[in-house]
């Protein structure tokens, strides 16, 4: 992409996303989440399972991990593992730049942070947009989608970081 369809891009999503009104925000048939980028999916998870949207921290590298953790960072004087999000669904490493983000995520015996491609923030969905997810959860994503929105023509995934948090694969980075 140029930099005038990029930029073009950002009007086009940003003209997509209507904030609402606040009694609109807790309507019924209105789902609401963080909107970020992995390859190329576009994927939603509930704020309940974002703890925190962190800068890409300073990573020490851990020997003998799993390819797709990035190493460990420190957090506020927590130790944790940062975990390559595409690399452990796709099998291909993001490209790390200046503007990374981090998603940190609870889960049980500690938080981990996951790396995402790009940050498109707060989202609003309704029921009317929901529709079927099977072409967004194939593969390994199959595990972590079980809905999706339409969007104007650009499809939504709901992803389960609960779900992914809880995946033994997932909970063993340095085995």
């Not at 009007?11 to 009104?21: D, F, P, V, Y």
Request: a negative charge; aromatic letters at 8%; charged letters at 20%.
């Amino acid at each position: 992409m140029d930099p005038f369809e990029i930029l073009a891009s950002y009007e086009q999503r940003s003209l997509a996303h209507i904030a609402g009104l606040p009694e609109q925000l807790d309507a019924p048939g209105l789902w609401r989440g963080v909107g970020y980028r992995v390859g190329r999916r576009s994927l939603a998870s509930g704020f309940d399972e974002v703890v925190e949207i962190l800068p890409m921290p300073q990573l020490t590298p851990v020997p003998g991990a799993q390819p797709w953790m990035l190493g460990v960072a420190n957090i506020r004087g927590n130790l944790l593992p940062v975990v390559d999000l595409r690399m452990f669904l796709e099998g291909e490493r993001t490209v790390l730049h200046e503007g990374q983000r981090v998603l940190l995520v609870r889960q049980p015996g500690g938080d981990v942070a996951v790396t995402i491609d790009e940050l498109y923030g707060q989202r609003s969905f309704l029921v009317e947009q929901e529709t079927d997810a099977a072409g967004l959860a194939d593969g390994r994503y199959a595990n972590f989608i079980d809905r999706a929105y339409d969007v104007g023509g650009h499809a939504w995934a709901v992803f389960s970081l609960d779900r992914l948090s809880r995946t033994p694969e997932f909970r063993h980075a340095a085995a």
